[in-house]
């Protein structure tokens, strides 16, 4: 088939390597006309390195990444309200932190070799039959067998091609950098400190970046409503400063170095939910079809996912895409779901202005996360392993 692939971030380049082991005739659409990476450092769960390993891929994320085997979060009183070690769970389990431009870097160097790729064309249109695209020129490209949406939560193609029954942005985000990682004491661990609802501070080891050599990093990421991360300015950095020697000092003596407000990146988020990812011939993927807070860190895990998913329906379903999409769906849809609603009901205990939440998360979650059965599912959560409720 001649497929087409709207944007050009993870789901977009998983997509296109998997859809090419089918022999498809591939072309790659990316709005920016130079190609890099957007986005924070991220952790990439269990489920997501077994992806990259069905790419041939696992081995050399390895390399370029830091092994994370724990999540530990403390208040501000020193109380321990998140201790998770995936080896509770299962003893080969653990997460991989990583930067995006490493990631990037590993599925473009195979994604040159499978698919056409388009800079500076910003597709803005579908046609009615959704198999022809439109780009901001007016040019127009097609026709295509398939179309992959792949273009993030801002997506500006989901609601032409998908049902949608929400995409509101979260009211809160992130300012986000990174940090060197000499020295580090918690090189295996994500760690998170907060204060109610409305400070979290968190460090997650990410590994190396393409053009650093040897030198490893730290995502450091500081929590915010949206209006402040708009207007984040020196007062607002200073304010940063602060809450960092306050909450954490070990960690304040590496975000000294951050004296300008431009040395830090703003990460806003979207709640997307389509009461189903495809019509005609067209199909999201990705946050594109379920953005969701990164409180329980799935979203580069979710997009390869998806890219598997459509690959692995299009062989079953033997290129018949009318038969093809509404089973892709079908594989996906308890998946997402399930993370989408635990997603949205975290997120407020964390990044809200709803103070009074805050005693009963710092109550209630420690020695939930104690007892046996609880401390399974919420491992199970964490690992991206979660498929039923029950």
Known sequence: MKIAIVGYGTAGQAAALFLARGGHDLEVFERSEALRPVGAGFLLQPTGLRVLADLGLADAALANGARIERLHGVNAAGRRIMDMCYADLAPDLFGLGMTRGALFALLHDACERVAMIRTGTAITALSTDGRSLTDAGVGRHGPYDLVVVADGSHSSLRAQAGHVARDPLYPWGAMWCLLPADDWPH??????????????????????????????????????????????????????????????????????????????????????????????????????AHGMSPQLGQGVNMALLDAQALADALDVQRGDVAAALPDYARRRARHVAIYQAISRWLTPLFQSDHAALAPLRDACFGPLGRLPLMRAQMLSILAGTKRRWL
């Open 187 to 288: 090189a295996a661990e994500l760690r998170q400190r907060y204060d109610g609802t409305r400070t979290m501070l968190g460090a997650l080891p990410v590994g190396r970046r393409p053009a650093d050599g040897a030198r490893r990093w730290l995502t450091f990421y500081y929590s915010l409503p949206g209006a402040e991360i708009d207007a984040f300015d020196a007062g607002a950095l200073a304010r940063l400063h602060d809450d960092v020697q306050r909450l954490w000092p070990e960690l304040a003596e590496r975000t000294r170095t951050l004296v300008e407000p431009a040395q830090l990146n703003r990460a806003r988020y979207r709640d997307v939910v389509l009461r189903r990812p495809w019509r005609d011939r067209v199909v999201c993927i990705g946050d594109a």
